[in-house]
């Protein structure tokens, strides 16, 4: 199908709407923003005089700044143009794709479709973002052209941040039409598209609302606490961090009860359909209006103590009256604390005898069955359960995922004594000696298809680069921090498994190891991983021993030997790429500055923040961002200015918040890369290490022609030290970082401006370096970040 998208128009500006609108922006696709016109244009804006776009210029005013941003970076805002339904309307005539994110109302969603068939030209896309509306009577009474172009397309909110976008086809909707979306939200959006079938809340809502309140039951059955819950359902168990009743605060509990309500009223042949009875505990809050952080209190109450200190309080499912929060003292969750591997905590979980065992057995059971009846129903394939699932409500592991790892057989035998009997297509499927509902063949997993009864491979995943697959066959070298994998079209990929996969001794050496590798018997390296983070930094326990002691020898030894490790990252005879996603820290960030590319995920933050633990970056990130600068000048432009822009963002630790962010930190160039789709993120690194070598890559050399400023700059950055330290924006300490840090990247005292090497640049970063380790306040700052978790200011 010959389509592009190139401008779109979004028709409601809600939370919904103006964030839809925001995430088109962010990937380059112009947008039309209309709403509605205020009733009363005086009374809307009181005195003032309102504007007839008044509504939808507010809404998007306020998606700009709310946080987290729904932009990657704010410049994106100027391809958002706003209107109204009454005056704009005929412009949907010159877009390519019309997304309606209106109230929930199918009166209202008609008329709008009214008007919309009054000015779409014929073949424009047509889609709904409705949560639970049917497509057929959205569909009904319209259009050839529009029913065949129309269908579902369900982002969940933050659009930008959640990664499921589901699709829904109506009943005359093109099967181009929806091969096409599929595809578009997966490379373009960045997002897991779920095919789903046209039944009540489709998914990812109908599994994952019928998870939470049958969690619900069991917590009142069991009398567990607030805060027992959320720390069994959080990130322990591969959740996100708000986990169960936080989430509920957050997403509004209203929103929750609406949607239970409408499963039960709606699904009369569910054969769990009371489980969306609403429990007390949920009733009872509900009926008080206690709907979370839109009412200003939920689950959790924040308040204020005789001291003026900020409170959190819990809300005590008994008494329904707020207290002091709760902590789970479960053996269970004592026993894996320690274990990095989710996999491990969550059989260790599920099989333990205690009372959070008890809890994990009954929910995870409980779904697991409800999902086995909800094919073929809601969707054909499992695979899409667990897909759809994941991206929408950010677990790690979907129920059959889950349900294959503690064992399917064994877990049915467990599920019968709970009376909580599968589907019969499992019975079925164990039967012909199938124990797993997927496996992996060759590098590929495939999926149990019930009606073939066989495995076939997950669509779209054939050709993607996934460590998961290969680990077991494709693992050519390995120590307990890092692994090498041989991805296939002589290519190597590194991978880093320590705690947040920080940069110790291990990951050095696998760095060292991957591109001697990959020099001898490979075209070229990816430095990359599947995991939350790229890297969070430099491992600082080695230091703070070495510099705790006074060893400094042994310091500058380490710094040493960092920096000749990334010089070899950047000097090696094959191209090396860095493919970060999530954090990209301090080390981390370094470590991709030497790369000769990075090909980024859109939500990578990435930035150089050693100044936090009192130091400056000494493995030749200061150096790079100097280089970067300097290059970056042309003629006239002024050179102190940018400089000190770079200057300020490595002293202020500033972190890029997007991939595109980090392009106007000089972080990334203008030749990297940035993937929106996670998955396809190592891919992608592998096509850029191939584009590269293909292209007869040149082995580079040092370069001895940095331009560096001297003492002119050195004076520019002592007068804005010295105006920080007046204003008492910074401490005593900082302004020293800062000073040395002016020191590494104006060259030094140097009586004017003159052009010097990497070494140079490289020595003075070791040097002031190993001197702030013998700072004691340097030392009080690594201290409460070892040990407390969280960063120190003197």
């Known amino acids: 199908m010959s389509r592009s998208i190139k401008k779109v128009a979004v028709l409601g500006s809600g939370v919904m709407g103006s964030r839809i609108a925001c995430h088109f922006a962010n990937i380059g696709v112009e947008v039309l923003l209309l709403d509605i016109v205020p009733r009363d244009l005086t009374e809307y804006n009181k005195n003032k005089p309102a504007s007839r776009n008044q509504i939808v210029n507010d809404a998007l005013t306020f998606a700009l700044k709310s946080k987290p941003s729904p932009v990657y970076d704010k410049s994106v805002s100027k391809l958002i143009t706003t209107g109204n339904f009454e005056d704009d309307m005929s412009k949907i005539a010159n877009v390519d794709w019309i997304i309606e994110v209106v109230v929930e109302r199918l009166d209202i969603k008609k008329i709008i479709f009214d008007q919309v068939e009054k000015y779409r030209k014929p073949g424009t896309l047509i ?4 949560s639970g509306i049917p497509m057929n009577l959205m569909s009904e009474g319209r259009s050839e052209d ?5 269908c579902g397309t369900h982002f969940f909110n933050p659009p930008r941040y959640l990664r499921l976008l589901e699709i829904i086809p109506g009943p005359k909707t093109d099967p181009e039409i929806i091969d096409y979306l599929m595809h578009y939200g997966d490379l373009y959006l960045g997002k897991e598209t779920v095919l789903c079938k046209d039944t009540p809340a489709f998914i990812a809502n109908r599994i994952g609302i019928y998870a939470i309140m049958s969690a619900m039951h069991t917590i009142e059955d069991m009398e567990l606490t607030v805060g027992e819950v959320d720390r069994m359902t959080g990130p322990i168990i591969g959740r996100a961090k708000s986990a169960t009743f936080r989430t509920m605060d957050v997403v509004g509990l209203d929103t929750t009860v609406n949607v239970a309500n409408n499963l039960y009223a709606g699904l009369p042949n569910d054969e769990s359909k009371e489980a969306f009875v609403l429990p007390k505990i949920v009733k009872e809050v509900h009926e008080k209006g206690w709907f979370g952080d839109k009412s200003g209190q939920g689950y959790f109450k924040k308040s204020k103590d005789a001291n003026g200190k900020r409170v959190i309080q819990e809300l005590d499912l008994k008494t329904f009256e707020y207290g002091d929060r709760t902590k789970a003292r479960f053996k269970a969750l004592e026993a894996v604390k320690d274990e990095e591997s989710l996999k491990a905590r969550i059989k260790m979980l599920v099989n333990f005898d205690d009372k959070a065992g008890e809890f994990y057995r009954k929910t995870f059971y409980d779904t697991f069955k409800y999902v086995t009846y909800r094919i073929p129903e809601i969707s054909d394939e499992l695979f899409r359960i667990d897909q759809a699932v994941c991206a929408g409500f950010a677990w790690q592991m979907g129920p059959f995922d889950t349900w294959d790892l503690l064992g399917v057989r064994s877990v049915v035998e467990q599920m019968e004594s709970m009376h909580l009997k599968p589907a019969e297509w499992v019975y079925e499927m164990l039967a012909a000696g199938h124990e797993s509902f997927y496996k992996i063949e060759s590098g590929i997993k495939k999926y149990y298809d019930i009606p073939s009864k066989s495995y076939k491979t997950i669509p779209g995943t054939e050709d993607l680069v996934i460590l998961e697959n290969i680990r077991e066959t494709n693992k050519v070298w390995g120590n307990p921090g ?20 920080a940069i110790g001794q291990e990951v050095i050496e696998g760095i060292e190891t991957a591109i001697s590798m990959a020099e001898k018997d490979y075209k070229g390296l990816v430095i990359g991983n599947e995991g939350e983070n790229f890297s969070a930094g430099a491992n600082l326990a080695m230091l703070f021993m070495f510099a705790g002691d006074q060893e400094f020898d042994e310091v500058n030894l380490m710094v040493a030997q960092f920096q000749n490790t990334m010089k070899r990252a950047k000097f090696s005879s094959i191209p090396v790429v860095s493919a970060p996603a999530g954090l990209a ?19 990578t933050y990435i930035g150089l923040v050693e100044v936090g633990v009192g130091l400056i970056p000494g493995g030749g990130g200061t150096k790079e961002l100097t280089m970067r600068v300097a290059d970056s000048i042309e003629g006239g432009d002024p050179e102190l200015n940018r400089l000190q822009e770079a200057f300020m963002n490595i002293a202020t630790a500033k972190v890029a918040t997007s991939a595109e962010e980090a392009r106007g930190m000089h972080i990334l160039r203008p030749q990297d890369g940035i993937t929106l789709n996670r998955k396809r993120l190592l891919t992608d690194a592998k096509a850029k290490v191939l584009e590269l070598y293909e292209a007869g890559y040149t082995q580079p050399v040092e370069r001895k022609n940095i331009k560096v400023q001297g003492r002119t700059g050195l004076a520019l950055f002592e007068a804005g030290i010295n105006g920080m330290l007046l204003g008492n924006y910074i401490s005593e300490h900082d302004a020293k970082i800062a000073r040395k840090l002016g020191w590494i990247m104006c060259g030094g005292d140097l009586t004017f401006p003159q052009e010097v090497s990497e070494q140079y640049l490289l020595d003075l970063e070791r040097q002031m370096f190993v001197e702030l380790t013998a700072e004691p306040k340097t030392l009080e700052r690594i201290h409460s970040i070892l040990f407390k978790g969280k960063p120190l200011r003197n």
């Open 585 to 603: 820290l301090g080390g981390g960030c370094e470590l991709s500055l030497h790369c000769d590319a990075i090909q980024a995920h859109a939500e």
């Open 482 to 501: 890092a692994s090498i994998f041989d991805i296939g079209d002589g290519v190597l990929c590194l991978e880093f498994h320590t705690k947040m996969n």
């Open 127 to 130: 889609t709904s973002n409705t």
């Open 146 to 150: 529009f029913q065949k172009h129309f």
